[in-house]
């Protein structure tokens, strides 16, 4: 099997994790899969892949996919509630099973790309700390931070899900609750990394849009891989992760440009910021 370590970027959605993931695929050695906890519904729905053709025809899952049903990788009932407090999650059988499944898949993305480094997009706590609790010495954590008044702005517009559908939408939220779930989704994020030392890495989507050069190179040295200037560039067509954020199959190369980001000194910023116990 080869050797490889999985690089997991979290915690929350809107915060730019499509962006990153995308840009550090451009890297040799390096293989995204998206918002890989989706990968069920992929599968059953047949939904398109980075690549613009559906899961089933593209030329990297179905290899990795053969004898594995949708059902093996679906979510647990139940486990996205528990989501805020990732240690609350229950090790029944039936999620036992899941986090077999999910490695598998890993191992076998692995194997297949020969990359040595995996990129798991799913942002999502609970699957870190699954995934993490089988084998700890495996993962990274990147901690992806944008501004929480951005992120409350994003999360309460309905957006297109085009891998999905014409028509499909996400559904909005609220800025109090996007706001609430912010703060303790990282705070938690923090917490459960520093507690169970997983390395963690904490990133600001702004200062990565702001200084993509400088911020990319950073966070390859942390990972242990090298910068390359490619990853300015974002190529999306020969790319296989699932899910994310929709501009990566409307457009076939763009780059990285500036958050408009206006509030980071805002007194919301500031007091989410402490109360998740994140450095500014
Ligand atoms: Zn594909």
């Not at 040799?28 to 998206?34: A, L, N, T």
Request: charged share 25%; glycine share 6%.
């Amino acid at each position: 099997m080869v050797d490889y370590t999985l690089v997991y970027i979290g915690p929350i959605g809107f915060s730019g994790s499509t962006l990153l993931d995308v840009a550090l695929a451009q890297g040799d050695d390096v293989f995204s899969m998206g918002e890989v906890f989706q990968i069920a519904e992929w599968m059953r729905e047949n939904h398109l892949c980075t690549c613009r053709k559906p899961i089933g025809e593209c030329a990297f899952w179905p290899g990795v996919l053969k004898d594995i049903t949708p059902n093996a990788l679906a979510t647990p009932a139940g486990i996205g509630r528990e989501d805020l407090r990732a240690r609350t999650i229950s090790t029944d059988e039936e999620t036992s099973r899941y986090v077999a499944a999910h490695w598998d898949l890993i191992d076998r993305v692995a194997e297949a790309s020969g990359a040595r480094l995996i990129i798991d997009g799913s942002k999502h706590l609970w699957r870190l700390k699954l995934l993490a609790d089988a084998r700890p010495d495996k993962i990274k954590f990147i901690q992806l931070c944008r501004d929480p008044l951005a992120v409350m702005q994003s999360a309460k517009i309905p957006k297109a899900r085009l891998a999905v559908s014409s028509t499909a939408m996400t559904k909005p939220s609220s800025g109090l609750r996007t706001l609430t779930k912010w703060i303790l989704s990282h705070r938690a994020a923090r917490q459960f990394a520093d507690q169970n030392r997983i390395p963690r890495l904490s990133v600001s989507y702004d200062r990565l849009t702001h200084e993509p050069e400088k911020s990319l190179s950073a966070i390859c040295d942390w990972i242990g891989m090298s910068y390359d200037p490619a990853m300015l560039t974002l190529k999306t067509p020969d790319l296989h992760n699932i899910a994310g954020s929709r501009w990566r199959l409307t457009k076939d190369q763009s780059t990285i440009s500036p958050a408009s980001d206006t509030g980071r000194n805002s007194l919301i910023s500031k007091t989410a910021t402490a109360l998740a116990g994140l450095s500014r």
